[in-house]
T-cell receptor, first 113, second 111 residues
Framework: NAGVTQTPKFRVLKTGQSMTLLCAQDMNHEYMYWYRQDPGMGLRLIHYSVGEGTTAKGEVPDGYNVSRLKKQNFLLGLESAAPSQTSVYFC????????????FGSGTQLSVL | RKEVEQDPGPFNVPEGATVAFNCTYSNSASQSFFWYRQDCRKEPKLLMSVYSSGNEDGRFTAQLNRASQYISLLIRDSKLSDSATYLCVSFRGGNNRKLIWGLGTSLAVNP
C-alpha cells in the first residue's frame, strides 16, 4: 500500500522555468492538499481539492496552479519559477473532512536559482 | 501573534525522562487538535488527535484546556526514537474552516 506518492523528490530550476509536481494517492481519499514548508514559517497551504474536478486556493496560492482531473491525482504547477518558491513541498490527502488525519507524501525539495 | 504558538525548544532530555510541551491557541473557534511528529527532512505523521478533553496512546498523552486555550503533549519514558519535531495543529471551524499549523517543538532524547 503506497499511500501518498510525490514525484520528483528533488529538483533544481532556473528562474522562469516551469515544472509540475505530481501527487498520487491510492486510499480513495476525497481531499487532497499541497503545502510548502519553509524555515520559520511552518506548513502553509497552497491549494487544495475537496474532490475530483474541484480546486480551491489556500493561504499562499500566487504563482501556483493545480489540477485534479482524476480523484487519485493532484498536480501542482509552477508556470514561471521564482527564487521565493524555493521550498519543500508536501502533498497530503485526507478521507473526507478537514479535521481528519492527513496522510503526507515524502516531500519534494525544490530549489530555484 | 500567531494563532497557534509553540515553544520551538530544543528540549534536550535523557532517555527515560518525562517531557511535556505546550501549545497555545488564540481562536476560540478551534474545535479539534492534532499532534504530528516530523523527523528531520521527512513528512509529518499524525501522532494523536484530540477532539474533546484529551487522549492517551501508550506513552503519549494529550490534554486540552479550553479555558486557558492550550493543549499539551506529555511523553513518558522517552526513547531515543522520540527525537523529532512535534507540530501542534488546530482545526478552526465555522465559515472559514482551516487547519492552523504551529511551527513545532524540537525534542532531542539523549542516551
Amino acid at each position: 500500500n503506497a499511500g501518498v506518492t510525490q514525484t520528483p523528490k528533488f529538483r533544481v530550476l532556473k528562474t522562469g522555468q516551469s515544472m509540475t509536481l505530481l501527487c498520487a494517492q491510492d486510499m480513495n481519499h476525497e481531499y487532497m492538499y499541497w503545502y510548502r514548508q519553509d524555515p520559520g514559517m511552518g506548513l502553509r497551504l497552497i491549494h487544495y481539492s475537496v474532490g475530483e474536478g474541484t480546486t480551491a486556493k489556500g493561504e499562499v496560492p500566487d504563482g501556483y496552479n493545480v489540477s485534479r482531473l482524476k480523484k487519485q491525482n493532484f498536480l501542482l504547477g509552477l508556470e514561471s519559477a521564482a527564487p521565493s518558491q524555493t521550498s519543500v513541498y508536501f502533498c497530503a490527502s485526507s478521507r473526507g473532512q478537514l479535521n481528519e488525519k492527513l496522510f503526507f507524501g515524502s516531500g519534494t525539495q525544490l530549489s530555484v536559482l | 501573534r500567531k494563532e497557534v504558538e509553540q515553544d520551538p525548544g530544543p528540549f534536550n532530555v535523557p532517555e527515560g525522562a518525562t517531557v511535556a510541551f505546550n501549545c497555545t491557541y488564540s481562536n476560540s473557534a478551534s474545535q479539534s487538535f492534532f499532534w504530528y511528529r516530523q523527523d528531520c527532512r521527512k513528512e509529518p505523521k499524525l501522532l494523536m488527535s484530540v477532539y474533546s478533553s484529551g487522549n492517551e496512546d501508550g506513552r503519549f498523552t494529550a490534554q486540552l484546556n479550553r479555558a486557558s486555550q492550550y493543549i499539551s503533549l506529555l511523553i513518558r519514558d522517552s526513547k531515543l526514537s522520540d527525537s523529532a519535531t512535534y507540530l501542534c495543529v488546530s482545526f478552526r471551524g465555522g465559515n472559514n474552516r482551516k487547519l492552523i499549523w504551529g511551527l513545532g517543538t524540537s525534542l532531542a532524547v539523549n542516551p
